[in-house]
């Protein structure tokens, strides 16, 4: 098991730039494959980027390739989301989760059992 503390959320406008982390307590964190979702008001959870457990691999929704970058430090255990040219459509609660191999793929949500409490991003226009 391991718990997670997202932070960085904040008002940005468009077009900023803001950083979320995402701090994992636990001695297993470098075992998951760890992914950030975002959640807009009304809207289902999506898919934002994913991480291997060892760092060497990323995945990101089509959307936000080129503008969002994650990545992790085993170290530290935490895994950050750099998000560039943030757009007002950008604006939800972002959070992170960490993946169960053998439950589904990096892109599933279902395939998390581990989530934070979220943490708010706006942008404005």
């Known amino acids: 098991q391991v718990q997670l503390v997202e932070s960085g959320g904040g008002l940005v406008q468009a077009g900023g730039s803001l950083r979320l982390s995402c701090a994992a307590s636990?001695?297993?964190?470098?075992?998951?494959?760890m992914g950030w979702f975002r959640q807009a008001p009304g809207k289902e959870r999506e898919f934002v980027a994913a991480i291997t457990w060892s760092g060497g691999y990323t995945y990101y929704a089509d959307s936000r390739k080129g503008r969002f970058t994650i990545s992790r430090d085993n170290d530290k255990n935490t895994v950050h989301l750099q998000m560039n040219s943030l757009k007002p459509e950008d604006t939800a609660v972002y959070y992170c989760?960490?993946?169960?191999?053998?439950?589904?793929?990096?892109?599933?949500?279902?395939?998390?059992?581990?989530w934070g409490q979220g943490t708010q991003v706006t942008v404005s226009s």
């Open positions: 989760a960490a993946h169960v191999d053998g439950l589904g793929s990096v892109f599933d949500r279902s395939a998390y059992t581990n």
């Open positions: 636990g001695r297993t964190f470098s075992t998951y494959a």
